[in-house]
């Protein structure tokens, strides 16, 4: 086993902060000397079936602990998700029905082990102790922990000033949550930095229950691929791991230089010692797209396979680099008399599914998006005349062969 300077180097990597950081050293210490592994809780409420690349920072600071020798407490938060954790939002969360809750739950499992080590993984659900408690419970739960402590987090003191709606509900969120890592006997909590009340609040509750607290490592939210704002499914600069692997390879070849060394920190396997190398190479005048591809393999290759990164690599590099048609790409049918006359160019974008509305399809043709055997469309009314093997071009990895 690592020393324990070793060790908290490795935790300090892509950290933003471990508190309180004397704390985790004895703990590590301690687990030292016992030999017995320390328990690194980690939760997630099942809200949505896929994951992202986002979501994968702290799952791959949860495998260093793993590598480290320690167990992993992964915590499917069924029982919290009835709830809906309240950080950064600005208004109260829509309720999951349970049956959405467990077939998420069911898929998120299947995509975070392709990052966790399943025999140092102990699964549970926050069901089989939350839902048990008796209302006595739960009046001593909500005894140990005060309104105006609660209304000192950020999100909920904003709604408080602006006269916007705080259900009761939500404050119980942070203290159920506390309550999962007394249940577990949590050692060390990660959560992302939106997280960081909620992981004190824990402190106090463990604390409250007589338990050692744990420690707190918060993890930095990842920019998307615009490299702006937080990634999100919803905002549409997200990379998911179950992707196709030339989309995952492609989104990530997209992104900026300098957001890629982020990427490199946060996502990588490779040292700190060789992204620094890394940087002074580009600094020192080689094409920064050297290393993008390094980055795109093996993010691609994680989440598929060598052989599916390698093609990406190739087809990525015959479309972009040579400027080359795909030889391999989905095709869309459409019978001979649906474009006797031709097709209108909305439509045709829906049928080959690269749309999903009429004014996302003409917001793409505004754009300069869209082509047809590579002329760029710009009408959004326009009639076109189509035969067979015509290739449907939207944005720059998008084709479609028409089929008649």
């Known amino acids: 086993m690592k020393t324990v300077e070793e060790q908290i180097t490795i935790i300090r990597r892509g950290a933003v902060q471990i508190i309180p950081e004397d704390e985790l050293r004895e703990k590590i210490k301690r687990s030292i000397d016992s030999g017995v592994p ?121 709604r408080y000033k602006g006269g916007k709606p705080i259900s009761i509900l939500e404050f119980l969120y942070p203290l159920m949550q506390g309550y999962d890592s007394v249940a577990v006997k949590s050692d060390v909590e990660l959560g992302g930095t939106d997280q960081t009340f909620n992981l004190l ?46 989309d995952i390879y492609g989104k990530l070849m997209s992104i900026s230089d300098d957001l890629m060394w982020r990427y490199f920190e946060l996502l990588s396997a490779r040292s700190m010692a ?16 050297v290393w993008k591809k390094k980055l795109a393999f093996e993010i691609t290759e994680r989440f598929s396979s060598a052989p599916e990164a390698g093609t990406a690599r190739e087809q990525f590099e015959s479309v972009h680099q040579k400027k080359e048609i795909p030889e391999e790409m989905a095709t869309v049918q459409v019978s001979a008399a649906e474009v006797s006359g031709g097709i209108d160019i909305i439509t045709l974008l829906r049928r080959a599914g690269l749309v999903n509305t009429n004014s996302e399809a003409r917001r793409k043709i505004q754009e300069g998006a869209v082509r047809i055997n590579n002329k760029k469309i710009f009408e959004h009314n326009a009639v076109i005349p189509v035969k067979d093997n015509d290739i449907i071009r939207l944005g720059k990895r998008n084709f479609r062969r028409l089929v008649l």
């Open 201 to 246: 609040v824990a402190r106090d509750i463990q604390r409250e229950y007589g338990e050692t607290p744990q420690a707190i490592v918060t993890l930095p939210l990842l920019e998307g691929t615009d490299g702006v704002q937080k990634m999100s499914k919803s905002l549409g600069n997200y990379i998911g791991v179950s992707e196709p692997a030339l």
């Open 274 to 289: 060789e992204i620094e190398e890394a940087k002074l190479e580009c600094a020192s005048g080689t094409n920064p797209m």
């Open 38 to 158: 320390m328990r690194i809780k980690y939760g997630a409420d099942p809200s949505a079936p896929d994951i992202h690349l986002g979501h994968t920072v702290p799952l791959r600071k949860l495998r260093e602990f793993q590598d480290l020798g320690h167990l992993v407490v992964f915590i499917i938060g069924d029982f919290t998700a009835l709830v809906g954790d309240p950080s950064g939002k600005s208004k109260t969360r829509k309720r999951l029905s349970s049956e959405e809750i467990m077939e998420n739950a069911r898929t998120y499992q299947e995509q975070v082990f392709k990052i966790l080590d399943r025999e140092k993984t102990e699964v549970v659900y926050n069901s089989s102790w939350l839902s048990g408690l008796t209302f006595p419970d739960v009046i001593d739960l909500t005894s140990r922990y005060t309104v105006a402590r609660m209304l000192e987090r950020d999100d909920f003191s904003k």
